[in-house]
Structure formats: structure tokens, C-alpha cells
């Protein structure tokens, strides 16, 4: 069993910065681990995801947002800057066990079997 626990969301003006972070205990063989974003009426979208030091982000965040990992800590991070208020969504970190690069570089958010309970962020002009 896997459980995740995201932080870091908040209100931010555009052009401003946030760091959010997803706590992850249990099933970490062959992880891949995943940011996805959500606003309300659109389908779950994917930000950006890990396998193996691979990283792979959607074309809208290319540039601004870092993905990474302390594995010390079993933590991932989302570090985003340049924000912009298209980019206020619930954001979550999802992890897929037994994972490939293949479904890593899908971002597709229904191949991430464990999600975290999403951290809100929200973007003002």
C-alpha cells in the first residue's frame, strides 16, 4: 500500500514561485512518480513525471516547473516558477508501481494507481 501527502499549495500572484512537496510511504520498487492538475469540469491532466532519472513534462510547464526527488526523505517535489494564473488548478501527486518509461512519458493520469488528497494551487493576474 502506498500513501501520499501533498503540501506547498497557496495563493500566489503571476510571475511568482511555489514549491510543492508529496510525502510518499510504501511501494517504491520501480516507481513512477507523477504531478497532475485539475480545475473544475476538465479531466486530470499531467504536469510531470519521473522513472529512473528519466523526467518527461507537458509542453505548458516546459521551462517553469522542476520535478524532483530526496530520496532521503521519500519526498517528491514540484517546483514551479513563473506562475501563471492558467496554471491554478488542485494539483496531486500519483505514484505507479512496477512502472516503465513508456508510461511515464504518457502522462496520462489514469496509469497512476496511488494519489495524494491534492494541495490547491491558485495563480492571480
Known amino acids: 500500500q502506498v500513501t501520499l501527502v501533498e503540501s506547498g499549495g497557496g495563493s500566489v500572484q503571476a510571475g511568482g514561485s511555489l514549491r510543492l512537496s508529496c510525502a510518499v510511504a510504501?511501494?517504491?520498487?520501480?516507481?513512477?512518480m507523477g504531478w497532475f492538475r485539475q480545475t473544475p469540469g476538465k479531466e486530470r491532466e499531467g504536469v510531470a513525471t519521473?522513472?529512473?532519472?528519466?523526467?518527461y513534462y507537458a509542453d505548458s510547464v516546459k521551462g517553469r516547473f522542476t520535478i524532483s526527488q530526496d530520496n532521503a526523505k521519500n519526498t517528491v517535489y514540484l517546483q514551479m516558477n513563473s506562475l501563471k494564473p492558467e496554471d491554478t488548478a488542485m494539483y496531486y501527486c500519483?505514484?505507479?508501481?512496477?512502472?516503465?518509461?513508456?508510461?511515464?512519458?504518457?502522462?496520462?493520469?489514469?496509469?497512476?494507481?496511488?494519489w495524494g488528497q491534492g494541495t490547491q494551487v491558485t495563480v492571480s493576474s
Open positions: 510504501g511501494g517504491t520498487y520501480s516507481n513512477c
Open positions: 519521473e522513472y529512473t532519472g528519466k523526467i
Open positions: 500519483a505514484v505507479k508501481p512496477r512502472c516503465n518509461v513508456v508510461v511515464a512519458s504518457r502522462l496520462l493520469s489514469a496509469d497512476f494507481d496511488y
